[in-house]
């Protein structure tokens, strides 16, 4: 009985000694390794793509963390925003002595700026005539944004962080396929087994 299969190998095979020729690898620094590489990107974010000679990698790269950074920033900052805000709400009319050592009377700016965001009227909020149950509410919402803001800000310092990790992984694998032929061979070979004949063909990469 002949038993015919096909079996798809893809292999790598390292570079003997040298350095395959071609522009970019003739540009590496002399030494250059993945382990080198792999350093470099954990201690400075983008190095390993400059010490690849990969620009425009590391441009991309900057980039990404530059959208990130900022994203924290801003969130990180409306956080703060109304992290101060339901301070001064839940506090301003409790004692002095009650009050928690992270309250402040200058919060009464962030206060008044985050009713406005949301269309209230700072004046008759803090005066003597609102509404007890009206105070009750705008500070409840208040700690609920503050929830929000901070969850997003906590997941945007993951991302950037992610972002961070996938450029370390990124130069050092680029690293390690520069010194690799990536010449492609494609062979196909048959040959006698025990149960039949039997057809291979390899992609070597």
Request: proline content about 4%; some cysteine.
């Amino acid at each position: 009985m002949l038993i015919v299969s096909a079996c798809v190998a893809c292999s790598a095979r390292a570079q003997e000694s040298t350095i395959p020729d071609s522009t970019l690898l003739r540009s590496l620094p002399k030494g250059h390794t993945p382990g080198r590489v792999l350093t470099r990107a954990l201690l400075v974010p983008g190095w390993g793509q400059i010490y690849n000679r990969q620009y425009v990698r590391a441009g991309i790269y900057y980039a990404g963390l530059g959208f990130g950074g900022f994203l924290v920033y801003s969130s990180n900052k409306n956080y703060l925003l109304y992290r101060h805000a339901a301070l001064y709400a839940a506090f301003r009319d409790v004692d002095e002595a009650d009050r928690p050592d992270q309250y402040r009377d200058s919060f009464a700016e962030d206060y008044d700026e985050v009713l406005r965001d949301i269309g209230a009227d700072p004046e008759e909020s803090i005066s003597e005539e609102a509404q007890i149950t009206r105070r009750a509410s705008i500070a409840s919402n208040l700690r609920s944004q503050r929830n929000q803001f901070r969850r997003r800000r906590d997941l945007n310092i993951l991302l950037t962080f992610g972002i961070w990790g996938l450029g370390v992984i990124e130069s050092f694998v680029s690293a390690h396929l520069l010194h690799f032929d990536v010449s492609e061979d494609l062979t196909f070979q048959v040959v006698p087994t025990p149960n039949g004949t039997t057809a291979y063909m390899t992609i070597t990469f």
